[in-house]
């Protein structure tokens, strides 16, 4: 048998091995050393002597030298300490009575928080047991379709390892010598677009069959008001915030109120007002941030831009030695028609002189990088008009419980919100790298769970060892996969494979779509971490050959890859979710409910390639092409 041919047999072997329950791990292992033991083998060497094992201590030093997974241990204790801290239950809660009144409340309230918590936690698992025992059993009471709320927890669950800060992304970050940001903010965008979809195809279902959705009851939809704040609302009116401003400004007939023989404390006006708020604060503080970025934040580096490129001019001219030389060796007439120079404003500041040199435009930068487009000003401010307009009608809607609600909100969301904004912008806008972007996630989590007081030593603990069994098993993965790859390499079946291809004469498109549905079909035995980091690795080199951008193809990966947990038999979400599930509920019915999910990510999937903007937009804008 051939080189290239014991490539092939080894790669065969891997999905038959896998598939019969062993460790993708040490399978990898195994193989590689077995088959790199005969790639190696010289009759003249003892069998000690065999370059195979070398070749494992050089690619287990590089796994332990990678910096790129040093992030991975610390997003997953984030995910372990927000898991075991237990903030999820007050969370669902408060958003479930936010969006009761739209069709098939419960299963939005659980996408939203399945997408949320998914962003925080990057675990599938977690998250989709979580939910099946929060929500699950609430949808079956209420008359919900079993398939809508099996598919809504299984496919909202795996949304965590798309949207960053996932370990998929930096696994294949690591995989593909990619960066890391870069790949982040390419997932961005994509991520939040598949549970749009995901969103409208619930509401959709909903509105076409209302009977898979029952309306829940008005007893479950009333919100708990306050005792003090419905007689504070009877004495200055119904509307909250002119009511909490009248009352923080004239404070006498709100301490005189009693609610339930308690006076009512100034201290709570002052604090129900800054909740009431809130939405002003995040509104003003998103579009203030914009501007800073765009505008403010880029005017040094676009000044700085032009005084280069004006030195550089400066010392690319001819001297006035030279220039008088070739005046007076120029044609009369020629030297007399060019005496004409441009005007210029002794006053006007030397930057913008230069700016204004046509001659320094040529060789300067171009009037895109002198500052952001004019379009950006006319939709910057037709958002901020939006805003107002929505926070006018909001805030002339809200009375007792939709403050109630909002309250909640605040409560259970807004510190993770903040903690996920927080760790997401770091990285994004270049201030900490994603090592330490991870650090400060993990240290929020602690900060939170201990605020919540849910968190004791034992459940730290366990998020502690869980955090080291993942972490372990990820980088011996790596071990593996490195070790797999330069065998099958060596034995020639990563060239068989390529010459395999190209000889098929693949447009780009067809090579993309041939890809991506070997990706698909490989979803459906395997999981995401075998796809990575043994089958990702040989259409990699095959990228510039068709002229395919990297980040894109990989971000078309992140998003195929959701179907790796929603497809059987080895569909881990269906089995998370029928460990928590009633009896009643079959596996089959969860399977049914996943289905059209894989659907919307194939939509997905053509959209991102038919608009490559929505992936890397983000990306070139904020790190340039």
Request: proline share 7%.
């Amino acid at each position: 048998m051939s080189d290239p041919a014991l490539g092939l047999l080894m790669l065969g072997l891997i999905v038959i091995v896998i598939l019969m329950g062993f460790p993708t791990a040490f399978t990898l292992m195994g193989l590689g050393m077995f088959f790199g033991y005969f790639a190696f083998y010289d009759p003249a060497q003892s069998w000690a002597d065999n370059r195979i094992f070398d070749l494992m201590v050089q690619r287990t030093y590089g796994a332990m030298t990678n910096d790129v997974l040093i992030s991975i241990p610390l997003f997953v204790l984030m995910g372990y300490v927000m898991e075991r801290g237990a903030l999820v239950d007050k969370m669902f809660y408060s958003i479930q009575l936010a969006f009761r009144r739209m069709p098939a409340s419960l299963a939005v309230a659980t996408l939203i928080v399945c997408t949320f918590w998914g962003i925080a936690s990057g675990l599938v698992g977690a998250v989709v047991v979580l939910m099946g025992v929060i929500a699950f059993k609430p949808m079956l009471k209420a008359g919900y379709d079993v398939r809508l709320a099996s598919g809504v927890i299984t496919a909202g669950g795996t949304l965590g390892i798309l949207i960053p800060p996932s370990v998929m992304i930096i696994v294949y970050a690591a995989v593909a010598g990619q960066s890391v940001v870069k790949l982040y903010a390419a997932a961005m965008f994509p991520g939040f677009f598949l549970a749009f979809l995901y969103l409208v195809y619930i509401m959709g279902w909903a509105l076409v069959n209302p009977k898979i959705a029952p309306k829940l009851p008005e007893s479950e939809t009333q919100v708990p008001v306050r005792p003090w704040i419905a007689r504070l609302q009877q004495a200055y009116g119904r509307r909250m915030l002119p009511t909490l401003l009248t009352a923080s400004v004239s404070p006498g007939r709100a301490l005189a109120i009693e609610a339930d023989g308690t006076r009512v404390r100034y201290a709570n006006v002052l604090t129900s007002l800054s909740l009431a708020l809130v939405p002003l604060v995040l509104a003003g503080g998103t579009m203030w941030a914009t501007w800073w970025y765009v505008v403010i934040h880029q005017q040094p580096e676009v000044l700085s831009q032009v005084e280069i490129s004006a030195s550089q001019r400066q010392q690319a001219a001819p001297t006035p030695e030279v220039r008088a030389a070739s005046e007076e060796e120029m044609p009369q007439e020629l030297g007399a028609a060019d005496q004409t120079e441009r005007p210029t404003n002794d006053n006007e500041p030397e930057v913008l002189q230069q700016m204004g040199d046509p001659e320094l435009q040529k060789s300067g930068p171009s009037q895109a990088e002198l500052g952001p487009p004019p379009q950006f000003y006319t939709w910057f401010w037709i958002a901020c008009a939006g805003f107002a307009l929505l926070l006018l009608y909001y805030y002339w809607r809200m009375e007792a419980e939709q403050f109630e609600v909002l309250r909640l909100l605040v409560s259970s969301v807004m510190p993770l919100g903040i903690l996920t904004v927080v760790v997401l912008a770091v990285i994004l806008l270049g201030i900490t790298t994603a090592t330490e972007s991870a650090a400060v996630g993990a240290a929020g989590a602690f900060l939170l769970a201990f605020q919540a007081r849910t968190l004791d030593w034992k459940r730290t603990k366990e998020a502690v060892f869980l955090t080291a069994k993942t972490t372990s098993m990820v980088c011996w993965l790596f071990v593996g996969s490195a070790l797999f790859s330069a065998v099958f390499a060596l034995l020639g079946g990563q060239a068989l494979l390529e010459q395999w291809v190209l000889s098929l004469n693949l447009t780009p498109v067809q090579f993309m779509i041939l890809s991506q549905a070997i990706i698909f079909l490989l979803g459906w035995p395997l999981e995401w971490t075998e796809i990575i980091v043994i089958f990702v690795p040989i259409f990699l080199p095959m990228l510039k050959h068709f002229n395919i951008d990297p980040v894109l193809w990989g971000t078309l990966v992140f998003v195929n890859l959701q179907a790796a947990f929603l497809s059987p038999p080895v569909a881990m979400s269906a089995f998370y979710l029928k460990g928590v599930s009633p009896p009643h509920v079959t596996l089959n019915q969860i399977f049914a409910g996943m289905m059209p999910y894989m659907l919307i990510v194939i939509v997905c999937m053509v959209i991102m390639y038919l608009w490559p903007g929505l992936t890397l937009w983000l990306p070139n804008y904020l790190y340039g092409n």
